[in-house]
Nanobody, 119 residues
Framework: QVQLVESGGGLVQAGGSLRLSCAAS????????MGWYRQAPGNERELVAL??????NYADSVKGRFTISRDNAKNTVYLQMNSLKPEDTAVYYC??????????????WGKGTLVTVSS
């Protein structure tokens, strides 16, 4: 079994910063893409940032403010969030495309961490 655990969420004032972490554990052969999604009440879950060996992609709403990175040795992905705005308030979910053996990969999800940005 594979588990993703997020950390780093909390309450911050507008203009402040937070860094989210997500560590994958279990029977992991390799990890392809890793990403962060978020969902606010009444909204659809949306992709915030995605990272592979080749690319880093960001939602237009966070470009220039958020930075995604990963530590492959630790099976961990990070999201550095700067210049936070109240509209960034949401539950942030970690996602990873993981191979557990000599088979095709599949998606795994964390349980989420809450980020609240006060005005």
């Amino acid at each position: 079994q594979v588990q993703l655990v997020e950390s780093g969420g909390g309450l911050v004032q507008a203009g402040g910063s937070l860094r989210l972490s997500c560590a994958a554990s279990g029977r992991i052969f390799s990890i392809n893409a890793m990403g962060w999604y978020r969902q606010a009440p009444g909204n659809e879950r949306e992709l915030v940032a995605l990272i592979t060996d080749d690319i880093r992609n960001y939602a237009d709403s966070v470009k220039g403010r958020f930075t995604i990175s990963r530590d492959n040795a630790k099976n961990t992905v990070y999201l550095q969030m700067n210049s936070l705005k109240p509209e960034d308030t949401a539950v942030y979910y970690c996602n990873a495309d993981i191979r557990t053996g000599w088979t095709s990969s599949k998606d795994y999800w964390g349980k989420g961490t809450l980020v609240t940005v006060s005005s």
